[in-house]
């Protein structure tokens, strides 16, 4: 039996007016018959100086080298729109590239796309590693500091990086981080005449001219206390700059539970102190955002270098008290309250910010504002819990327990039509 479907209006067999084309540093050596011959058809041919001498001897049309800034030269293929375009990308379009960005303004039915391997790909094969067990991380025009959370002991990772200097730089932040042991590995040029591969030690890493197209490959070493960031909520208290305001590990575990972080939602953390829950949100899932809202600004200053050193430089700071400074601010999935929630409009002003079906949490540690909770609780349901927390500390010659302030915790989840009070 044949299960028929309704054809989707996107995959049109109508002609593409674009073409993006992915392109090795063979140039057209690596391109099939027809990726060669969109190029030779085209009236504008748009890409970087390097793709548009690659493919050189195909073109006959117009060329365009990317402008600055890019989005400059989105708009002048968009207006070439109805004609034959090509636009030249480096390797696979859609991993990291070029592809990515022009389809958010153009419809699947209008391109048609020849991909080459990513230099993921081309790293991976070099090295004889499975590339779905294999961390890959693209370093190019973004923060160093995002490798830092797949730094764990045996991890292998491929990081692209933004030129000749990157191989240096990501050298010395595993060295500073403890993973100076760590075999360093640089390919440059994949797949050209120029290709060079070489092996190195991160901590004694002395490559002076490397190729500006690179990808380093790092087989990780962690010495005895490398930073070493655990994969589950709750990391180590030691491993935050605070000045004691932080939420503990055990009680930021429960939080991080109760809050129930999904894929590409927005958190703000009201009342940050370190940063902690943010950064852990943050570091749940790569698609996750944060924004931390402090209005000491030596603790902002603080939030700001923990996100740095825990590889979410994208952790947004809003340096302000609540409830003003949450003005203006895009609307969140999730709230915690962790800092002054008992203050006039706080409390009021997250819960109307909040999304229908949003989750809010808020943690009390003070009988002000564990009597906000209970009144919330009262008013609104949701969930109430109280969570003490003991450790093991001398006691003299002998061991015993000491307990830490008991703190209440209250979980709420907006209805799709929130109702203000219970009926």
Not at 145 to 162: C, E, F, K, W
Not at 165 to 177: C, H, I, M, Q, W
Not at 295 to 307: F, L, Q, V
Request: some cysteine.
């Amino acid at each position: 039996m044949r299960l028929l479907s309704t054809p989707d209006p996107a995959l049109s067999t109508a002609a593409p007016w674009l073409t993006v084309v992915g392109i090795g540093e063979d140039g057209l050596a690596g391109l099939g018959d027809a990726a060669k011959a969109a190029i030779a058809a085209a009236e504008h041919v748009f890409g970087g100086a390097r793709h548009l001498e690659l493919a050189d001897a195909a073109i006959r049309g117009a060329r365009h080298a990317w402008l600055s800034p890019f989005e400059r030269s989105v708009e002048a293929v968009l207006a070439a729109r109805g004609h034959p375009v090509v636009v030249l990308a480096s390797g696979d379009p859609f991993f990291y590239g070029v592809g990515v960005t022009l389809s958010r303004r153009i419809k699947r039915a209008e391109m048609r796309v020849f991909p080459a391997p990513s230099a993921f790909s081309l790293a991976a094969s070099r090295m004889g590693w499975a590339l779905q067990d294999t961390a890959c991380v693209s370093l190019h025009g973004r923060p160093l500091d995002l490798i830092r959370s797949h730094l764990h002991p045996g991890s292998r990772i491929l990081a692209l990086t933004s030129d000749s200097d990157g191989p240096a730089a990501l050298a010395a932040l595993l060295t500073e981080s403890g993973f100076g042991a760590s075999t360093f590995i640089v390919l440059e040029a994949l797949g050209g005449a120029r290709e060079r591969v070489s092996h190195h030690r991160a901590d004694q890493f002395s490559l002076a001219d490397a190729d500006m197209l690179n990808v380093c490959a790092v087989e990780v070493t962690a010495a005895e206390g490398a930073r070493v960031l655990a994969c589950t909520p709750g990391r180590d208290d030691s491993l935050f700059e605070h000045d004691g305001q932080i939420t503990k590990r055990e009680v930021r575990a429960l939080t991080l539970s109760a809050l129930a972080p999904r894929r590409g939602e927005l958190l703000w953390d009201i009342g940050a102190g370190s940063g902690s829950i943010g950064i852990e949100w943050m570091l749940a899932d790569p698609s996750l955002r944060a924004i931390a809202i402090e209005g000491h600004a030596e603790r902002a200053a603080r939030i700001r270098r923990n996100a740095k050193d825990f590889g979410v430089p994208g952790l947004a700071v809003i340096e302000g008290a609540a409830p003003q400074a949450l003005a203006g601010l895009a609307a969140p999935d999730a709230v915690f309250i962790g800092g002054g929630g008992s203050e006039a409009g706080v409390m009021d002003a997250a819960l109307a910010g909040l999304k229908p079906g949003g989750r809010l949490v808020a943690n009390a540690v003070t009988t002000e504002m564990e009597a906000v909770l209970l009144a919330q609780h009262a008013r609104l349901g949701g969930s109430l819990v109280r969570i003490d927390i003991a450790r093991a500390s001398p006691v003299g010659q002998m061991t015993g327990w000491r307990p830490a302030m008991p703190v209440t915790q209250w979980s709420w989840v907006k209805p799709a039509k929130h109702i203000e009070d219970k009926e």
